[in-house]
């Protein structure tokens, strides 16, 4: 079974824990190209973080790197055991 990778690009505020944006997309190209200019535009501001993450679902997404929703991931827990058994 094939699973189809979703790019997520996730912009997010260090100093006030906020995720500002969470864009997603298809087209691996197309989200490498949105992220190079993200990242341009915050390049420098310490606060802001640009990552690009793919994951079969948001669901993933949000249990693999739950800190930038709002939900801290304890150092050691089962997340990514559990993520890649979703990719077997």
């Known amino acids: ?3 189809e990778t979703t790019y997520f690009l996730l ?6 824990g906020k995720l500002l944006g969470n864009r997603r997309f298809k ?3 197309q ?8 990242e ?9 973080e640009v990552v690009l993450v793919g994951a079969d ?7 693999t790197h739950g800190h930038y929703f709002g939900r ?3 150092r050691g827990s089962a997340s ?3 993520f890649l058994a979703a990719l077997a």
Do not use: I, W
């Open 1 to 3: 079974m094939t699973v």
């Open 11 to 16: 912009t997010y505020d260090r100093r006030h």
């Open 27 to 29: 087209d691996e190209a």
């Open 31 to 38: 989200a490498s190209a949105v992220y190079a200019a993200t």
């Open 40 to 48: 341009a535009h915050f390049r420098g501001n310490e606060a802001v």
């Open 57 to 63: 679902s948001e669901q993933t997404l949000r249990h």
């Open 72 to 74: 801290q991931q304890p």
């Open 80 to 82: 990514a055991a559990h």
